[in-house]
């Protein structure tokens, strides 16, 4: 992908064929401060690879670092560490997670078109931080077109699509490294593919489902909830998106079937949890996702006052790619880099529900956490806009749109 340098932020954008994904590349670059503890380190910067999405168009949460390397002190590792970033550690670490969670549990990840380097990808990924293999060989992993077959399988993903299969399937091997993973291919980005590809993992036995897509929230989502995501006894979650407060709400975060996921900057301290976690904002339409929905109802178990409607988020986990994610792309991102994104926090949470355990039949795993707040790192600070009522978009004791609830801590407030 060319990289492009700009005195203020401009779309590039890029005509593809109606009705598929929209992965236009974005040449807006995000910058952000070196650390306070190395301020001679240089400016970090970082560039979305997908752009703002519409209601008939999906779009990725993805953001890709430009020089890792040379920031490595944001991730606590060395000048010669490959990879830089957060890996698996970290993140059980952070959440309070087991580091062999998963096991007996699959959890399926939705994308659309083909990676044909996904499985190669994520052995170099899992053998990097001694996760076991998962292969189709071994049976762990299995990689299947909208109607379940192995084959024929989509055309290939252009643009910067495998960024997103192989940050959705690292972060799932991270969190739950002994989960078997059910990766669907959607043929494209419309609501009906992605929908179809959500619904046949259900039918293939997936007890959770990782959603890295959104779609700008319309008047035909509760119908949509009706045809693809309504799924008892199943977790079913999506990111709430990356350009904060301002843009609006996304769907399928929104539906009231779905736990919604913000994001957060997750840091290292010398607190006794070892990390602080604030809400991810970059800059003026670089962060979480928040908001109020105009056409979602309220499901029961969401008490705050000021939304008559679905809010977003319900919990959070890592976002920020100041102090992101390690992944590994070969096929168009070459190799080892640093990602972030709600793309990087629904993997995240959806191996967290696989850390948890089989969701009770006929329930509704979105509510789980509203059961267990104090199961839960609540997040306290930052905001990702502005907005009344206030905390549709700052965080605050309790909750908040931008981080819900708050991110992991441990796996109790994933439990039926």
């Not at 001679?40 to 779009?59: G, I, K, M, N, Y």
Request: hydrophobic share 35%; net charge negative.
């Amino acid at each position: 992908m060319r990289r492009h340098t700009l005195k203020r932020p401009q779309l590039i954008l890029s005509a593809f064929a109606a009705g598929t994904l929209t992965i236009t590349a974005l040449a807006a670059t995000g910058r952000a401060s070196a650390s306070p503890n190395h301020p001679d380190l240089p400016v970090l910067t970082w560039h979305q690879l997908c752009a703002a999405p519409s209601t008939t168009a999906a779009s990725c949460d993805v953001l890709k670092v430009d020089h890792p390397n040379e920031h490595v002190s944001a991730f606590g590792t060395t000048s010669s560490a490959t990879p830089s970033g957060y890996g698996p550690a970290d993140l059980q670490s952070a959440y309070k997670l087991p580091a062999d969670g998963g096991a007996g549990q699959t959890i399926a990840v939705i994308d659309a078109y083909d990676d044909p380097n996904a499985e190669s990808d994520l052995a170099t990924y899992r053998k990097q931080y001694g996760l076991p293999a998962c292969t189709t060989a071994n049976g762990c992993l299995k990689k299947v077109n909208s109607s379940g077959q192995t084959s024929p399988l989509p055309s290939r993903a252009s643009a910067n699509q495998g960024a997103e299969d192989s940050l959705d399937l690292d972060l799932v091997s991270a969190v739950a490294p002994r989960a078997e993973i059910l990766f669907v291919e959607a043929s494209s980005g419309t609501m009906t593919a992605m929908g179809t590809a959500v619904n046949r993992a259900v039918t293939l036995g997936a007890k959770y489902i990782s959603n890295s897509y959104i779609f700008k929230e319309s008047s035909s989502d509760p119908s949509y909830d009706k045809q693809y995501y309504n799924h008892p006894g199943v977790a079913v979650v999506a990111g709430s998106g990356d350009w904060d407060y301002s843009w609006g709400v996304g769907y399928p975060s929104s539906s009231p079937y779905v736990t919604s996921v913000g994001g957060t900057s997750l840091v290292r301290a010398s607190n006794a949890r070892g990390w602080n976690e604030t809400v991810w904002n970059s800059k003026p339409g670089e962060g979480t996702g928040s908001g109020c929905s105009a056409y979602e109802p309220k499901p029961s178990w969401q008490k705050d006052a000021g939304c008559p409607k679905r809010m977003t988020a319900d919990v959070a986990a890592v976002a920020d790619p100041a102090h992101g994610v390690a992944v590994y792309d070969s096929y168009q991102e070459g190799g080892w880099g640093v990602y972030g994104g709600t793309s990087a926090a629904t993997p995240v949470i959806a191996g967290v529900y696989g850390d948890a355990g089989t969701p009770a039949a006929g329930s509704s795993p979105a509510s789980y956490p509203y059961a267990h707040p104090d199961a839960l790192n609540d997040v306290t600070a930052g905001n990702n806009g502005n907005c009344s009522p206030a905390y549709f978009c700052t965080a605050e004791e309790g909750y908040d749109g931008p981080t819900g609830l708050g991110t992991p801590n441990g796996t109790a407030a994933f439990h039926s």
